[in-house]
């Protein structure tokens, strides 16, 4: 029996800037390194796959997916980025009707979620209801697992990962004691700059393609690819936060379960952070001393002026064995060993229960 992890192939571009193409991408080659075999596929977009009809997507399922054989196990890295629900289903359905495969979702984003911020039911939605196709969810950790379960109806056995990755070995920057921020985003948003509370220096890294006119506290650093950033952030901390009037309307909100790349770009670098104190990772950043957690962004000023240098030296030190983990793929490849144990072996040392939930 053969394991797989599917990788998904876009432009050059798109894989150095796009958070969810390079996470799908370093997650395929840190499990591919415990063993299991990269399933590629090309990103195909709804338009075209719309064109090309039923008859021509099944010649591609075969052409791509006859590698499998009955037995295998697929972690499919979800969304497959397509924008494509009829597409998704028949790449689910053909992995365990023509494949005979046992099929483990890794899931990324849930898109309703990221688009919607209403209180409803979500049950009928495709990004949620297709995760029923699975024999196994890896959820991105415990408090994503609790809202699929409840608010997106999903019944399939569940795996946390706890931490995404940010597979890094390039150079890092020494780091300095100063008050000031980073901020990573594929866009700046205006809203960012307009919630910002605060008059220390915020330093943002991606395009701008909407922000004409700033105060001088902002500094626009511009687009980097993602592996040259680490080594540029040489001090102050790493903010996790999405604005409340962003563009994607549900993405404050989901920023309470889901596992930031900004989290991890931010731990790969060696980099303190600061997060909300809603969100799934607070307990942990908290505990570990790797950051600090505000209850609201407005207490921003008051946090970080209670650092002192100690402090700060000391969150330093206590983020090394985290910032290796992340940068080797150390959660990654845990959740697809896992996967394998409880698919094929029954294994439930790390199935959220219920009571969990």
């Known amino acids: ?29 840190s499990i591919s390194d415990v063993g299991f075999r990269k399933l590629h596929y090309p990103r195909i977009y709804s338009a075209k796959l719309r064109e090309v ?13 006859n590698c499998v054989l009955p037995g295998d196990t697929v972690i499919v890295q979800y969304p497959l980025w397509t924008n494509n629900t009829e597409f998704e289903l028949e790449f689910i359905n053909y992995l365990k009707s023509e494949r005979q495969a046992k099929i483990v979702a890794l899931v990324w984003d849930i898109v309703s979620w990221l688009q919607d911020n209403r209180e409803r039911d979500y049950t009928g939605d495709a990004s949620l209801w297709m995760l029923n196709k699975y024999d196994l969810v890896i959820s991105a950790n415990p408090k994503m697992a609790k809202r699929l379960q409840k608010e997106g109806g999903v019944t399939s056995p569940m795996i946390p990962m ?50 004409k006119d700033f105060p001088d506290y902002v500094r626009l650093l511009g687009p980097m690819d993602s592996n040259d950033i680490p080594h540029q952030l040489d001090g102050g901390f790493g903010l996790l ?70 402090d700060y030296y000391k969150m330093l030190e206590n983020i090394k064995p985290w910032q290796r983990a992340v940068s080797t793929g150390f959660f990654a490849k845990g959740a697809a060993v896992e996967a394998v144990r409880f698919v094929n072996l029954g294994f439930k040392d790390y199935l959220i229960t219920q009571e969990e939930k």
């Open 1 to 29: 029996m053969t394991n797989w992890i599917t990788e998904v192939e876009d432009n050059d571009y798109v894989s150095r800037r796009a958070s969810g193409i390079i996470a799908n991408k370093m997650a395929a080659q």
């Open 53 to 65: 009809g039923k008859e021509a997507r099944q010649e591609y399922l075969e052409a791509l997916l």
């Open 162 to 211: 706890y931490l995404s990755d940010f597979v890094y070995s390039g150079p890092l920057a020494q780091k300095h004691f100063k008050k000031e921020i980073y901020y990573v985003a594929t866009g700046i948003d205006p809203a960012m700059i307009e919630e910002y509370p605060s008059n220390l220096p915020i330093n943002f890294i991606g395009p701008n393609n909407m922000v």
């Open 241 to 310: 936060y999405y604005p409340q009037n962003g563009g994607y309307k549900g993405m404050h909100r989901y920023g309470e379960f889901n596992n930031p790349m900004k989290l991890s770009l931010y731990l790969a670098s060696g980099l303190p952070v600061i997060t909300l104190s809603n969100t799934a990772h607070a307990k942990w950043i908290k505990e570990r001393g790797v950051g600090l957690v505000i209850d609201k962004l407005s207490d921003l000023d008051q946090a970080i002026n209670a650092v002192s240098e100690e």
